[in-house]
């Protein structure tokens, strides 16, 4: 590794282009985590480990104006500051290769800068670093097994034992709740510790986390629903010639707000008094939830609410138990079941898993074929 000290930011899960927190807010929240200045400057590194995007854009949108403003700022500023800039694929159904409309832009910007999109497995030797990076995009394979023994095939074959850094965007069983567990596919964190040096970058789950100093998930970088309401921001990591590093996590302070009110068995005289003390300071924008049991006044409140106070989002929700409450938010509004993206690239495998060992070799060798012929022409 380099005899210098290495500077790295790393974040996750912007989610450009989200039907509830703006494009434009998200923006102005991603310049102020990286204004242009000395600090800045500073970074040798820049990772943004997945899901730039919440979902497909069209072209005549006005977010996708603001995203290549912003990303041109952006890009320009690390030429300028010479920071190395390294992304890789979120989930597919949150990227959709979008990513790469925006580095088909640098070509055409006039600048020199090491910038660089991983939408495959990979390993990179940073030669200006000289550190050996390895990128592990989204649902690479339907099994993280199958991602796994990819990743020791492709160690073998760079001829490594170990990487310094790891790039992901996953969940381990340390991110999930236990009783879930048998739902999800899941990384084993004990595997890629034991082959990284360094530090493992974790996007997808959108709670800051730190696991024994090694995996960090920075979570979201700004929050995107209700449920989804802790701090939220981006991890800065220094790592010394020694061998040792220090991670800090740096809170987005512009992160919109989403706050829940419970106000069961409150009447009207007092509920709006209580109200309006919670939402006096927020700033426009913010989105605020009512929570209670049926019948309950503060359900019915609602319209009143936007009238009292037009610059927020209200919404409601009945509680059906007494003892019911949010746990974190951890993968946004989706259901717990992970679809599948299916691809050219990924259709064989998967339909191949599932004809395996079912039927006589040569109809599985036949329907290979077929499928090969139907899918590449």
């Not at 309401?229 to 996590?249: A, I, N, P, V």
Request: glycine share 4%; proline share 4%.
């Amino acid at each position: 590794m380099s005899s210098k000290q290495i500077k790295i930011a790393e974040f996750s899960d912007v989610h450009l282009g989200h039907p509830s927190t703006p494009t434009t807010h998200i923006l102005r929240s991603l310049r102020h985590m990286f204004p242009d200045n000395e600090k800045t400057a500073e970074l040798d590194l820049i990772i943004i480990a997945g899901d730039l995007f919440d979902r497909l854009l069209d072209y005549n949108s006005d977010d996708v104006t603001e995203i290549e403003l912003w990303w041109i700022a952006f890009v320009r500023m690390c030429a300028r500051n010479k920071t190395i800039l390294r992304v890789i694929r979120g989930t597919p159904f949150h990227d959709r290769d979008q990513i790469k409309r925006l580095f088909s832009l640098i070509d055409g910007m006039d600048i020199e800068v090491d910038a660089k999109y991983f939408p495959i497995l990979d390993i990179e030797h940073i030669t200006a670093l000289d550190i050996d990076v390895l990128y592990i995009p989204d649902e690479w394979r339907h099994r993280c097994d199958d991602t796994w023994f990819e990743v020791v095939d492709l160690l073998a074959k760079k001829g490594l034992e170990k990487i310094d850094i790891v790039v992901m965007h996953g969940a381990f069983h340390h991110q999930m709740p236990k009783n879930i567990h048998h739902q999800l596919e899941l990384h084993q964190a004990s595997r890629y510790i034991d082959i990284t040096r360094r530090v493992i970058y974790v996007g997808h789950v959108h709670q800051m986390s730190n696991y024994e100093g090694v995996i960090l998930s920075a979570g979201s970088t700004d929050r995107l629903s209700h449920g989804d309401e802790g701090t939220k921001g981006h991890w800065r990591t220094t790592l010394f010639s020694d061998g040792t590093q220090t991670h800090k996590f740096i809170p987005n302070a512009l992160a919109l707000p989403y706050i829940t009110i419970q106000a069961s068995d409150v009447n009207a005289e007092e509920l709006y008094p209580i109200i309006d003390k919670r939402v006096e300071k927020l700033p426009d924008g913010s989105h605020v939830r009512l929570v209670g049991k049926k019948g309950d006044v503060v359900l019915q409140a609602i319209d009143t609410l936007k009238i009292r106070h037009p610059t927020y989002h209200w919404v409601t929700k009945e509680m059906k138990k007494e003892e019911e409450l949010d746990v974190p938010l951890l993968l946004e509004n989706k259901p717990v079941f992970k679809a599948i993206h299916i691809t050219p690239k990924n259709i064989e495998e998967l339909m191949m898993a599932r004809i395996n060992n079912k039927y006589p070799q040569h109809l599985v060798d036949n329907a290979a074929k077929l499928l090969n012929e139907a899918v590449n022409g």
